[in-house]
């Protein structure tokens, strides 16, 4: 009897991480729903048992101690992880009277702290994984064109640069934000937009700097989906965002070659229960 994989799904308690995590969990993996809110991970967990093998996990990715915590526990009970899908993220609403300043620090204690954070620590797991494969959902809205200031957007997509080196980029950031100065020094207005795209930076060091452990990284972006985050706003379902990522988080070589890494993935996937009719040309790559 062939090795069932297991997957991690952060922030899957509603929304796209949650239609995500069933259609991996109808494709046969183990999968892991966390969140933050125990009450309504174990409600989705239930609810997401007609479709395959789910498990709860309470996990906040913001919080050092509860990726610690959920590390330890995971790793005694499994020993490794085949895919792990970043979903978990946050955004202030428009309306929010919440300076932007004091925005940013949340903002990017989930969005990039969190996820990369969530995905180091998870590495030495990974590396012990069949077909291990990083999936990162992110948002056009972190697209290189947000840097107007040439040499900032130089720095952060040269194909060289390390984990460390994008973590360095995001404190500058910050550091200008809160001191109010950001705007002089040539970084945009928009803490979303810069943690999506310091988020993206971030996956691609992670797939060069994981190669030789055949881990794939990739990013890819749901499109403008209904759900709490865009107050229910977006053109696309949950279920229609989630296509994406879980396009990706399945995708299988067919003739043993490496899965494609370091790419950002956008686009609309046919998916039917049995996770076959699927045709990769409705998956791009979108220029970063």
Known sequence: MPLQRIAVVTGSNKGIGFETAKKIAAAGLKTIICARNEERGLAA???????????????DISSADSRKQFLENFANDFGRCDVLVNCAG?????????????????????????????TLAMLPLLRKGVAPRIVTIASKSGQLRILEDEEKRKRISSPNITVDQVTEFVNEYLAAVESGTHAEQGWPNTNL??????????????????????????????????????????????EEGARTPAWVALLESSDGSLLPTEQFFSAEVSYTEHHEGEDPSLVKEIQW
């Open 193 to 238: 937009g810069m943690s999506q795209l310091c988020k993206i930076a971030f996956t691609k060091a992670i797939a060069r700097q994981e190669a030789a452990h055949n881990i794939s990284a990739n990013c890819c972006c749901p499109g403008h989906c209904q759900t709490d985050m865009s107050s229910n706003s977006g053109t696309k379902t949950a």
């Open 90 to 118: 946050i955004a202030f609403k428009a309306a929010d009277p919440t300076p932007h300043a004091q925005q940013a620090r949340p903002t990017f204690a989930t969005n990039y702290f969190g996820t990369s954070g969530m």
């Open 45 to 59: 967990t239930k609810e997401a048992a007609a479709f395959g093998d789910v498990e709860f996990r309470k996990l």
